[in-house]
């Protein structure tokens, strides 16, 4: 039983971080008696150039869906699950971005039947909708009919509402999509507005039971300096209250992009039980005449060099098992 609103501010306002850690391991105990941490290896593809060079006509245009199809194909063969079509929607395409991504999606689908596809953003899918005059629930429909496997987890509620995220997460459930829930923290919110994020994620996953892990993500700070970050304290324990309060949503994801590799490790302590995505090895920043190849679910894996041996170190450092997922959250195999 995970605890209440209440329970998950005076967890927030106390000074007791171990205390709140141990119960928060005690829960991916409970959760996850068999003792494996999880990770994925998967590929995303910056469609923003791509997108951009849509309004050139003939042999400029295949070359580059010719590039990105290249560039998904040595994804995979490096063990790709999935591949997240990140950018190219709100590109001055004169009104055609949905029909341009529809058939982007069906290209990388008809090649790649096995391959799980994520698609734009909520806030894009929202932005999309309001384009076209559509409601949200048809602009996912059409972009899943078109190949897509769920919208992507990265956005969170940064630049829509909360009651858009939730909207947009809602319907795609109801269609079938299982989605990751990403909280973003540490952007000058109170702490009672962090507890009411939470709280909607939980009241959703009660109605649908369609999140498959929940992200909590510190804010990127511009120009990357250590010190105006989120303090590796606030980040610990907003990972132990959310793994305690999200007592309905089986995986909590601790990133070892995002983290660095020692509070990734500190995290697995904490509540977490995945620790994200990793992009295969060898694939290049260029994923040919305009679109960039970057890290999955987190793109700050290339900058910060986190690799999938790097990231089954650490997990058996911390006295875990290392174990394969695909981008589902299925497990495919123990390393």
Request: aromatic fraction near 4%.
């Amino acid at each position: 039983m995970g605890i209440s609103r209440e329970q998950a501010l005076e967890c927030f306002q106390s000074d007791d971080l171990i205390g709140i850690g141990m119960e928060a391991n005690a829960m991916r105990r409970r959760l996850h008696p068999e003792g494996v941490v999880s990770y994925a290896v998967e590929g995303a593809i910056d469609c923003a150039a791509l997108a951009s060079g849509a309004r050139v006509e003939g042999n400029a245009a295949e070359a580059s869906l010719d590039g990105l199809y290249k560039t998904i194909a040595e994804t995979v063969e490096r063990g790709s699950t999935g591949v997240h079509l990140r950018g190219g929607i709100g590109c001055s395409l004169k009104g055609r971005e949905m029909e341009w991504f529809e058939g982007l999606l069906r290209g990388v689908r008809q090649r790649f039947p096995a391959l799980r596809i994520e698609g734009p953003s909520a806030t894009e899918i929202v932005a999309l909708a309001k384009d076209r005059g559509h409601e949200v629930r048809e602009t996912i429909a059409r972009l899943r009919d078109a190949g897509m496997d769920s919208i992507a987890s990265d956005d969170a509620q940064t630049q829509c509402s909360v009651a858009e995220w939730i909207a947009v997460h809602r319907a795609a459930h109801g269609l079938g999509m299982r989605t990751v829930a990403t909280m973003v923290f540490g952007a000058g919110e109170t702490l009672e507005q962090r507890v009411d994020t939470l709280a909607a994620v939980r009241q959703l996953q009660e109605e649908t039971g369609g999140f498959a892990a929940f992200v909590p993500l510190a804010v990127a700070v511009p120009g990357g300096r250590e010190l105006d970050s989120v303090t590796a304290v606030e980040q610990l324990k907003t990972l132990a209250v959310a793994r305690v309060f999200l007592d309905n949503i089986e995986n909590v994801q601790w990133s070892g992009a995002a983290q660095s590799l020692k509070l990734l490790q500190m995290g697995l302590r904490f509540g977490a039980n995945d620790a994200g995505s990793v992009t295969p090895q060898g694939i290049g920043a260029k994923a040919g005449n305009g679109a960039s190849a970057a890290g999955g679910e987190n793109a700050a894996a290339v900058a910060n060099s986190v690799n999938e041996e790097d990231l089954r170190r650490i997990i058996r450092d911390a006295g875990f098992q290392p174990a394969q997922r695909d981008t589902s959250y299925r497990m495919m195999f123990l390393n």
